[in-house]
T-cell receptor, first 112, second 119 residues
Framework: QKEVEQNSGPLSVPEGAIASLNCTYS??????FFWYRQYSGKSPELIMF????GDKEDGRFTAQLNKASQYVSLLIRDSQPSDSATYLCAVNPGGGADGLTFGKGTHLIIQP | GAVVSQHPSRVICKSGTSVKIECRSLDFQATTMFWYRQFPKQSLMLMATSNEGSKATYEQGVEKDKFLINHASLTLSTLTVTSAHPEDSSFYIC???????????????FGSGTRLTVV
């Protein structure tokens, strides 16, 4: 069974600090990796995707991928109260299967 | 950018009735659409992959006779929850993949979701 694991939190971070969110996945053949933000009662919205080892930066967000360790992370710099949400890690397993496998999400709270 | 429209956003139905949810790709053709279900405080679970012009592929444990999927055109997929029961109450979300334009978000666009409540 392909699994994506996240710490459910809540993760509480002071405003302006760096929030670090982590994710591990079980399927070593996974191809691409996504971070989504979801507000309560709403659909997920894409923050970033990454498919190569290393770091990928987009504004205040940095995604990090380590395929050898089967580990993906998301860093949020200069955290804002509006960043408070549930962050979902999702994996495309590849191999012809195209649907995403999601983790349960980490509830992030940015404290003003 | 790619837009996926999902309707209705909320529906309340009586136990035993059927409910249809529509998912439309508005500005691109989607040969593949995905249906997810999310229970409170849980993650999104892939229910099925909908392929235009062919039968849907269901994930293990999802009853294909209960969750009917039709993908008759390149822009429309429908999910019908048949003989709904209170345990089917959930947040249903569709997603479409735009294979012609994978640069921005790797082609996965989500609908706004449908909150189904069965009473």
């Amino acid at each position: 069974q392909k699994e994506v694991e996240q710490n459910s939190g809540p993760l509480s971070v002071p405003e302006g600090a760096i929030a670090s969110l982590n994710c591990t996945y079980s399927d070593r053949g996974s191809q691409s990796f996504f971070w989504y933000r979801q507000y309560s009662g709403k659909s997920p919205e894409l923050i970033m995707f990454i498919y190569s080892n290393g770091d990928k930066e987009d504004g205040r967000f940095t995604a990090q991928l380590n395929k050898a360790s089967q580990y993906v992370s998301l860093l949020i710099r200069d955290s804002q109260p509006s960043d408070s949400a549930t962050y979902l890690c999702a994996v495309n397993p590849g191999g012809g299967a195209d649907g995403l496998t999601f983790g349960k999400g980490t509830h992030l709270i940015i404290q003003p | 950018g790619a837009v996926v429209s999902q309707h209705p956003s909320r529906v309340i139905c009586k136990s035993g009735t059927s409910v249809k949810i529509e998912c439309r790709s508005l500005d691109f053709q989607a040969t593949t659409m995905f249906w997810y279900r999310q229970f409170p405080k849980q993650s999104l679970m892939l229910m099925a992959t909908s392929n235009e012009g062919s039968k849907a592929t269901y994930e293990q444990g999802v009853e294909k006779d209960k969750f009917l999927i039709n993908h008759a055109s390149l822009t429309l997929s429908t999910l019908t929850v048949t003989s709904a029961h209170p345990e089917d109450s959930s947040f249903y979300i569709c997603s479409a993949r735009n294979y012609a334009s994978t640069g921005t978000n790797y082609g996965y666009t989500f609908g706004s979701g449908t909150r189904l409540t069965v009473v």
